[in-house]
């Protein structure tokens, strides 16, 4: 063939090739728009998918926090009532269209140790549009362990509160079966520790001679709370008929507290009661008899360390001082007063463990100077115990004791000082009880817990509180937390 012909042929069909191109660039975008298709679609598939993941897992959390809900709930009704048994009703936690509904049941069961309980709280979360069947259900369980309630540390009977000059109370929740006086600058707890305070206003009839029915909660409108201007009480306060906070507005909630609760009526208690028979009869099986003036047991002369074994019975007065070191291994009854002071050391023997040793008193005790006492390396103090009163029957007479007061004999008793804490004594951990008369504080520092008729604190500083003397209740604290699944979702 003529090589120009082809020439031409090939000069003169361009659009032939152009087609073919075009073709092939048709073809490619035809795929790119159906895969970029399958990659939207694809990706909105997954953002859905990941948008109901998401709201899903919301119901799943609110679930859980509803049963978690249930759980802190049915604690609370547990230290309101130890019998509680559970919510059996669901009890809804919140309603609301973007939310849903919430609500949870729960069970209380006594394990068989007999001092803990088991609780099972289930949450169920419904849709807004369906609360028939729920969407999401989770359960919790914990365990529970029922403790002696903290108590107070410290606690006076009708003789009431006294504090005057710079005394403060620190740390510690107050109970108070007769009135409270605060004069000078004195205060009970602090603005960022706030204390619980309750106030019987179990002391009436008033006057010098009250009579036979004293004492019992007055009646007439007094208010049980007196507060001098610069005084001041932070915490929750629950005073029988006090309606009253003060010249200057002297009761405060501080960082936690409610103040003074109005119309709140609090409860008469007795002051702790000790067994003084029963430690005194256990002397007649192995008990130790001594002098209270014997050298084997004060100081008389060096070395200056006695021990004293417990279940043991000084006569007379017993006086420790100078640096005499005495360590307490058990329970001592002492027949006249004990007097410490000096640089004189007390110390709980390690021995005693957690057994709190008691040294009963029938007449005063006093603690002075620079004397100081020594928790054992369990934590365990001593407990001083004076029994002095007014009556003659709380000293031994034929052998026995008297184990109440009330009326005259009680009224009179509430003012002699029995228990007295004065200088720079450190006694953390003890505790000291004017069992039917006046406990008196005046010197700084750190301490145990107090009780008495009466207790006057008119120190120079803060006492600080740290032991407390059970109410008797129990308060139940989770000890153990287990999710559990269940149901949908």
Not at 130 to 142: D, G, H, I, K, L
Request: proline residues 3%; negative net charge; contains cysteine.
């Amino acid at each position: 063939m003529n090589r120009n012909i082809l020439r031409c042929c090939r000069s003169c069909c361009p659009d032939h090739e152009h087609q073919a191109q075009g073709g092939w660039f048709l073809v490619s975008a035809l795929v790119m728009i159906v895969f970029l298709s399958a990659v939207g679609i694809a990706a909105a598939s997954l953002a859905s998918e990941q948008y109901q993941h998401t709201v899903r897992e919301e119901y799943v959390q609110n679930a859980q926090l509803v049963a978690e809900a249930g759980i802190e709930q049915s604690v609370y009704e547990l230290n309101t009532n130890s019998s509680f048994t559970g919510y059996n009703s669901p009890q809804q936690f919140f309603s609301d269209t973007s939310q849903g509904q919430g609500a949870y049941t729960t069970t209380v069961t006594e394990n068989t140790d007999g001092k803990s309980k088991t609780i099972v709280s289930t949450g169920n979360v419904y849709l807004a549009n369906n609360t028939a069947n729920p969407y999401v259900t989770r359960s919790v369980r914990v365990t529970v362990v029922g403790t002696a309630s903290t108590g107070y540390s410290v606690f006076s009977g009708p003789g009431g509160l006294i504090l005057s000059g710079n005394a403060n109370v620190t740390n510690s929740d107050v109970y108070v079966g007769g009135t409270i006086s605060m004069s000078g600058a004195s205060k009970i707890g602090t603005y960022s520790n706030p204390v619980k305070v309750d106030v019987a206003n179990n002391a009436c009839p008033s006057g010098s001679n009250p009579g036979n029915t004293y004492p019992q909660v007055c009646t007439n409108g007094s208010q049980p709370i007196s507060l001098g201007h610069n005084t001041n009480i932070y915490g929750s306060v629950c005073a029988t008929s006090q309606t009253s906070t003060g010249p200057n507005n002297n009761i405060q909630g501080g960082n936690g507290g409610s103040g003074l609760q109005v119309g709140c009526t609090a409860p008469v208690s007795s002051t702790p009661f000790y067994d003084r028979m029963g430690q005194i009869n256990a002397l007649n099986s192995g008990g130790t008899f001594g002098s209270g003036n014997s050298n084997t047991y004060v100081c008389g002369q060096s070395p200056l360390s006695r021990n004293w074994p417990g279940n043991l019975e000084l006569t007379g007065n017993v006086n420790i001082n100078g640096s005499c070191n005495v360590t307490v291994n058990g329970n001592v009854y002492i027949t006249g007063n004990l007097t410490i002071s000096g640089s004189a050391k007390i110390t709980a023997a390690d021995a005693a463990g957690t057994t709190t040793p008691v040294i009963i008193v029938d007449g005063t005790i006093t603690v002075s100077g620079s004397a100081s006492m020594i928790a054992n390396s369990s934590g365990t103090g001593i407990e001083f115990i004076s029994f002095k009163s007014d009556d003659n029957c709380t000293t031994a007479t034929n052998g026995s004791y008297c184990t109440n007061l009330s009326g005259n004999d009680l009224y009179n008793s509430q003012s002699v000082q029995t228990v007295s804490v004065s200088g720079n004594t450190r006694v953390p951990g003890m505790i000291f009880d004017a069992y039917w008369g006046e406990a008196t504080l005046s010197g700084t520092g750190q301490m145990g817990a107090v009780a008495g008729q009466t207790v006057n604190l008119n120190g120079t500083g803060t006492v600080i509180f740290g032991k407390t003397l059970s109410s008797g209740t129990q308060t139940w604290t989770i000890t153990s937390y287990q999710p559990l699944y269940s149901g949908s979702g």
